[in-house]
Antibody
Framework: EVQLVQSGAEVKKPGESLKISCKGS????????IGWVRQMPGKGLEWMGI????????RYSPSFQGQVTISADKSISTAYLQWSSLKASDTAMYYC???????????WGQGTTVTVSS | DIQMTQSPSTLSASVGDRVTITCRAS??????LAWYQQKPGKAPKLLIY???SLESGVPSRFSGSGSGTEFTLTISSLQPDDFATYYC??????????FGGGTKVEIK
């Protein structure tokens, strides 16, 4: 079964760092892009960026460039989203999804809730 | 950046109704458009890709059309399981994928 499994919910304080993960299985992890999507409470979907684990080619939305870092470790079929200094406004659900070329985001992780509060 | 504008933002409909949601791109994206369904507390689900291709396992009452800058998602006969929020997404360029603002389909 093709699936993406994300790491568990996080509660952090402003200024702390965080790295969440997305592990792929059931397919060739290096052959598909992995994207990250933010959904703030009660709001819509926002595309953050995308990485191709095969060569680590990474693209960011202008809205998130410099705010987060997307990476991948193909040896363990895992993509990451990280922050160096969290803000309260980073409180959201974060989804990873496989982007199948020409098809869109066809497989989604279950989401990781990040809460940033003092 | 390519902006995606969905309308309406909310739609009230009854079971059995034909429902149409529109998505407009700020510039041509050819047919590189996907539609997703999201239910509360769940991850989005791909319904339609390349503007009009039905994802495997998705009921045939869902259909997509359009190209260039104007796209529609149609549900031919709304079912109880279809009450959800729907999003369009353009993937014309892997450097700048963007979602529409969403359309919530509510029970009338």
């Amino acid at each position: 079964e093709v699936q993406l499994v994300q790491s568990g919910a996080e509660v952090k304080k402003p200024g702390e760092s965080l790295k969440i993960s997305c592990k792929g299985s059931g397919y060739s992890f290096t052959s598909y892009w992995i994207g990250w999507v933010r959904q703030m409470p009660g709001k819509g979907l926002e595309w953050m960026g995308i990485i191709y684990p095969g060569d680590s080619d990474t693209r960011y939305s202008p809205s998130f460039q410099g705010q987060v870092t997307i990476s991948a470790d193909k040896s363990i079929s895992t993509a990451y989203l990280q922050w160096s200094s969290l803000k309260a406004s980073d409180t959201a659900m974060y989804y990873c999804a496989r982007h199948k070329e020409y098809y869109g985001m066809d497989v989604w992780g279950q989401g990781t809730t990040v809460t940033v509060s003092s | 950046d390519i902006q995606m504008t969905q309308s309406p933002s909310t739609l009230s409909a009854s079971v059995g109704d034909r429902v149409t949601i529109t998505c407009r791109a700020s510039q041509s994206i050819s047919s590189w458009l996907a539609w997703y369904q999201q239910k509360p507390g769940k991850a989005p689900k791909l319904l339609i890709y390349k503007a009009s291709s039905l994802e495997s396992g998705v009921p045939s009452r869902f259909s997509g059309s359009g190209s260039g800058t104007e796209f529609t998602l149609t549900i031919s006969s709304l079912q109880p399981d279809d009450f959800a929020t729907y999003y369009c997404q353009q993937y014309n360029s892997y450097s700048r994928l963007t979602f529409g603002g969403g359309t919530k389909v509510e029970i009338k």
